[in-house]
């Protein structure tokens, strides 16, 4: 069952049914993904900042799922083998201020929105050694040998999709990467700005330093979307506070001995594992990403601490 039919009885939707935010963003729109797709874990996305406050005994409940929770002790929680970490990944998410988020924008703002970024980017593409490259400008075929690697994004989340959030697609989007590979920023797919780094191996501390570097970058020139008590506002619930979400790629099949431990931290919701292409991939060829479930509220230090824990030597 979905956090939305979990917490949206009848009583709780005729007291939101005639509530909109000042664009007019109104309760059908806010749950329109789940509504269409009963089976999603979530089920709502906010398609403006002020969603938040006028739907707030919606999303408080949301909230309160994903807040980061004590977790075990450091000697239990640490169960996976640094030689069997593939990859460390950080993504940071965020939304400019003063525009309504994907899900809610019209095609103008989308590409006001894009070229803000795309500007405040254009000193790191050269810093970094990187390119911007527009969504619809990549062939087809190399779109999804991109995507594939995770370093582009397409329209291929269900879930998404119900929620507008590709709407006039692929106006309005585009990705920087490096040459290495390390680094990708993607504007305007779930949020107005996804950044992840990636670096091999179990290297937590390098790959926050990474994403501080760049980060401070970008915030120089771009005003975020920060409410005073929850933090970075973002389209999914899931990722306000932080917007932050650190992962290692885990080939399962190097290590099993600790895989008992693992599934029990998944099952009691501490950490989340994914498939190797992201949320909502299916985990095959005994690749797995491996992070914390719970983020909301948690600072960025505890969660890289916690990502330490989880993999001894990180």
């Given amino acids: 069952m979905s956090l939305l039919h979990r917490y949206l009885d009848d009583a709780l939707r005729a007291g939101l049914s005639g509530r909109a935010t000042s664009a007019g963003v109104r309760l059908e729109d806010v749950i329109r993904s789940g509504t269409r797709h009963p089976d999603s874990s979530v089920g709502v996305y906010a398609p403006d900042a002020d969603s938040y406050?006028?739907?707030?005994?919606?999303?408080?409940?949301?909230?309160?799922?994903?807040?980061?929770?004590?977790?075990?002790?450091?000697?239990?929680?640490?169960?996976?083998?640094?030689?069997?970490?593939?990859?460390?990944?950080?993504?940071?998410?965020?939304?400019?201020?003063?525009?309504?988020?994907?899900?809610?924008?019209?095609?103008?703002?989308?590409?006001?929105?894009?070229?803000?970024?795309?500007?405040?980017?254009?000193?790191?593409?050269?810093?970094t050694g990187g390119w911007i490259r527009k969504i619809g400008d990549i062939p087809r075929l190399s779109l999804g040998s991109m995507v594939a690697r995770r370093l582009a994004f397409g329209r291929d989340d269900k879930y998404m999709e119900a929620a507008d959030i590709y709407a006039d697609w692929p106006v309005g989007r585009s990705v920087l990467n490096t040459r290495n590979r390390q680094l990708s920023v993607w504007i305007n797919e779930e949020d107005h700005l996804r950044v992840a780094v990636v670096l091999p191996g179990a290297r937590v501390s390098a790959c926050a330093d990474v994403v501080s570097t760049v980060m401070a970058a970008l915030s120089a020139q771009l005003d975020f979307c920060v409410d005073a008590s929850l933090g970075h506002l973002t389209s999914c619930p899931s990722n306000v506070g932080s917007g932050m979400r650190a992962s290692y790629m885990v080939d399962m099949r190097m290590d099993t001995s600790q895989q008992p431990r693992l599934e029990a931290l998944e099952s009691a919701g501490v950490v989340q594992i994914r498939g190797a292409w992201g949320e909502h991939s299916a985990r095959a060829g005994g690749l797995a990403d491996v992070g914390f479930r719970r983020r909301v509220g948690a600072p960025e230090a505890a969660l890289l601490h916690d990502m330490r824990l989880l993999c001894a030597g990180a």
């Fill in 53 to 127: 406050d006028v739907f707030r005994e919606l999303f408080e409940p949301i909230l309160a799922h994903f807040r980061a929770c004590p977790l075990p002790p450091g000697s239990e929680l640490a169960c996976v083998n640094p030689a069997a970490v593939v990859s460390t990944r950080i993504r940071v998410a965020r939304n400019l201020a003063g525009h309504a988020f994907p899900a809610g924008m019209s095609p103008a703002e989308r590409l006001a929105v894009e070229a803000k970024i795309v500007r405040a980017c254009g000193t790191l593409a050269v810093d």
